[in-house]
């Protein structure tokens, strides 16, 4: 069974950094675009960012200069730099991933950015 497995949530005070890591497991014959969305209370699920199987990004306005979305293809794995965090960052953030011609989301993990 395909899965994605979410993990690097955590606190973090304002202006600290946080690496989220997705991996991709199971009987994957293929793979595409990968990327990461975030959910606030209240607020609906947004993209954060996003990454082409062929290494093409773009990025929300909120997060553009700040955090950086890269992939390693041998491990089936996306990852989520995050820098100078702000407490508007904080959400459930969620991996999603075009496998096997249909798209997966990750259980989602809690980034806190608080003092």
């Not at 497991?25 to 990454?51: D, F, H, N, T």
């Not at 950086?68 to 969620?94: C, F, G, H, W």
């Not at 809690?110 to 003092?115: D, E, K, N």
Request: hydrophobic share 30%; net charge positive; proline share 3%.
């Amino acid at each position: 069974q395909v899965q994605l497995v979410e993990s690097g949530g955590g606190l973090v005070q304002p202006g600290g950094s946080l690496r989220l890591s997705c991996a991709a497991s199971g009987s994957i014959k293929s793979i595409g675009g990968m990327g990461w969305y975030r959910q606030a209370p209240g607020k609906q699920r947004e993209l954060v960012a996003a990454i082409t199987s062929g290494g093409s990004t773009n990025y929300a306005d909120s997060v553009k200069g700040r955090f950086t979305i890269s992939r390693d293809n041998a491990k089936n794995t996306v990852y989520l730099q995050m820098n100078s965090l702000k407490p508007e960052d904080t959400a459930v953030y969620y991996c999603n991933a075009h496998l096997n011609f249909r798209y997966y989301w990750g259980q989602g993990t809690q980034v806190t950015v608080s003092s």
